[in-house]
């Protein structure tokens, strides 16, 4: 995680948030960092993790990771993280037999507008469990990106019904984290907006307000 960022939104893995969903929006640059931010964090805070991962690889995620101080092979192996390779499962639920059950279960049918088989994977690997293993803070959801779920053909209802079902019968004991990469609102449409810029390093990154950019000055 990001110790300048924590900063600028007032937390740290200590006082992480419950029953909250965050919304990242990026246009015009990436916001990949934040994800990496956001799923460190809640690792080194102790949370029970379920990550949706649509656009990278496990690895990928596992050595930026690494950078910032979390093993995320460690915290699978641990049961801390639950995590939903999009990209590989995709192309291992066609070698699937048909009735055998899946997240992406969708990507078989002529209607794309099911996302039931996800949701319930999310259900199923945040739910508490009554045993020896040890006991998470509080569970999170991350999902990188939902916008994949729309290049795939999912209509932006059955996204938004997905998300809401989260929201609604999952959040009062979720600490829900949602990241879902589209383009951002205008101005006009934001209740509060601060703005800065800046500069991602190999294992940090600086923020500067708008115009205070070492580079600027």
């Not at 066609?94 to 319930?120: C, G, I, N, V």
């Amino acid at each position: 995680m990001f110790p300048e960022l924590n900063n600028l939104l007032n937390t740290t893995p200590d006082r992480a948030e419950q029953g909250k969903l965050t919304l990242l929006c990026d246009a015009k640059t990436d916001g990949s960092f934040l994800v990496h931010h956001f799923l460190s964090f809640y690792l080194k805070a102790n949370c029970k993790v379920c990550f949706v991962a649509l656009i990278q690889s496990f690895s990928h995620y596992n050595i930026v990771g690494q950078k910032l101080g979390v093993s995320l092979t460690a915290a699978r192996e641990r049961g801390q993280l639950v995590f939903l390779e999009g990209l590989k499962s995709s192309v291992d639920f066609f070698f699937r037999a048909q009735e055998e059950p899946h997240p992406l279960q969708f990507l078989r049918k002529a209607s794309t507008e099911d996302l039931q088989p996800l949701y319930e994977f999310v259900q199923e690997a945040l739910k508490p469990v009554d045993s020896g293993h040890a006991v998470w803070r509080c569970p999170v959801l991350l999902v990188d990106d939902l916008s994949v779920l729309l290049s795939l053909g999912v209509g932006p209802v059955a996204v938004l019904d997905f998300v809401q079902y989260c929201r609604a019968t999952v959040c009062w004991q979720l600490k829900l984290t949602i990241l879902w990469r589209r383009p951002a609102q205008s101005t006009a449409q934001r209740e509060r907006c601060l703005t800065y810029q800046y500069k991602i390093q190999d294992k940090s990154v600086s923020f500067f307000a708008r115009g205070m950019s070492p580079a600027v000055l």
